[in-house]
């Protein structure tokens, strides 16, 4: 059995999305009020009050200088609970559908917090926004964190809906309650608001990744990820990074600034976006168009730390999805030998960037009063950084990190401002004795005593042949795995909870359904293509 999950369709009505990409597709059924398009009229509706973007801006002034990390939301703290304020609609299978309405006054975007997570295996959570077109979900039993608690991602409008179907029999009664409503007023993505940041306004002097300048550098671009730290209101970037086990370890490293305030919790909470990249960049100056924000990973524990260097090293709650095709970034811990250097970062929470310095960087800074030599110093020839490009990796000329964004002064308006970066070197050891306080015990586990490891892509490999059926026909009232190696086709009514894997693609073809209550998942090699041959699936059944 492959381990890259592709879908998971409960409903009898879903989605289908033709794609082409290289390494798998992901395909989700949309929220059953959509699909059934029920009337949004008698929803109840939680109106949060307008903010008072001045005040918010003097806010912001005051903790750049501070130096705390970028705010693009305020957090209104609410109490939301799914049994008492959400409306209930009974369905026909033994299924109900729960929502409510979230209005949040000329917000750019609204991502949400829970304070209770805690969910049966049939039952799906669901995050959209007022077009229903953008839609997050479905969240299941398998997101549950230990805590109980959870977070979703970014909403790009200032309605948003919060949808759960659930079995109106089990055994295990739902909870889930939301605590705080994000209420974006500043750049991450969506529409502009007029007094205030946002996606296509970071500086125009930067590169956007799809660059020429950035040519050769795809790899570790996917090692970068935009970073919601603090109560999911607040933007830092970061790096996957890998390890001399060479395991795919999900070891992540950002600045340690960029969570000095947190509460107990957060960072279990916090939310990891990856290929936030617009496909058509600006070299330089402003793209025509975002990037998605939907491959994101919830949650991460603390590993190492150290306030001298500025280092932040968490792992993951999860791997990345094998189809978000993520590069874990190589290293180098010398401190000298450096001819030139490459940024790659998230400013103000735009799309991701790239900055290039052709000069060895100045290795004789600090920051925050820390010793001299703790940080490489760098000035932009080509792009710049920002508010959200704390945490974010400098490369030298072999591609490795050598260190994570601290701060600095480096702008569009002040193109010779320095940058300054924590050193790889310095973190390795120089932060402490204690095992947190280092990078050594967990990026070289086998004591290599290795000076630099290579990056590495953890994708799976195309997985031996598969055997068995090509063609899937008839009623499946058994729970069961097809596996083929080459295509695999279906016109089955899935009564069961049914795995199909395929070596190529898969077709579900006229007649195909799963019915209400049963879990499908179609999972592909990572090696060819997923395509769904007619999308008369949808039509035929809503005839």
Known sequence: ???????????????????????????????TSIENQMTDEMLPQINLPALNYQKLIAQDEKEKKEGLPYRFGYVHDVNIDMQEDFLWDTLSNDMRVGRVKISAPSATTINLNYSAFDINTKTRLYVYGQSKEDFIGPFTYKNIKENKEFATGLIKDSICYVEIIEPINHSK????????????????RGKVNSLLKAFQDSGSCNYDVGCGIANGWSDQ??????????????????????????????????????FSNRNPGDVLNNIFMFNYDSP??????????????????????????????DFFLLQLTTNPLDFYDVYYAGWN?????????????????????????????????????????SHWRVVWEQGTTEGGSSGSPIFDQNKRIIGDLSGGTASCSNPNGPDVYGKIWYSWDQNGSANNARLRPWLDPTN???????GTNCSSACPPDYAGPNT????????????????????????????????????????????????????????????????????????
């Open 221 to 258: 671009i996917k090692s970068v990820a935009l970073i919601l730290t603090g109560n999911n209101n607040r933007i830092c970037t970061g790096a996957l990074i890998n390890n001399t086990s060479q395991n795919c370890q999900p070891y992540f490293l950002t600045a340690e600034h960029c």
């Open 173 to 188: 009664k739902n909870r889930v309650v939301i605590n705080g409503i994000v209420h974006g007023y500043r750049s991450v």
């Open 280 to 309: 058509t960049p600006a070299c330089p100056g402003t793209p025509v168009m975002d990037g998605p924000t939907t491959q994101t990973v919830q949650g991460a524990t603390v590993v190492a730390e150290g306030f001298d260097s």
């Open 333 to 373: 811990r010398a401190n000298s030998g450096v001819t030139d250097t490459r940024a790659i970062h998230h400013p103000a929470g735009d799309v991701k960037k790239f900055s290039v310095d052709n000069d060895p960087p100045a290795g004789n800074d600090n920051f925050r009063g820390s010793p001299i030599g």
């Open 448 to 454: 290599s005593n290795v000076m630099f490891v290579d």
């Open 1 to 31: 059995m492959c381990n890259k999950l592709i879908c998971s369709l409960l409903f009898a009505f879903f989605i289908i999305i033709n794609v082409s990409i290289t390494q798998a597709v992901y395909i989700t059924e949309a929220p």
């Open 472 to 543: 899937l026909t008839g009623n499946q009232n058994t729970s069961a795995d097809f596996e083929t190696d080459g295509i695999l086709q279906s016109t089955q009514l899935i009564n069961a909870d049914v795995d199909y894997d395929s070596g190529t693609h898969i077709d579900l073809l006229p007649g195909f359904e799963v019915s209400s209550g049963n879990i499908f998942e179609a999972f592909i090699d990572g090696c060819g293509n997923l395509r769904i041959q007619q999308d008369e699936v949808i039509r035929e059944k809503r005839k």
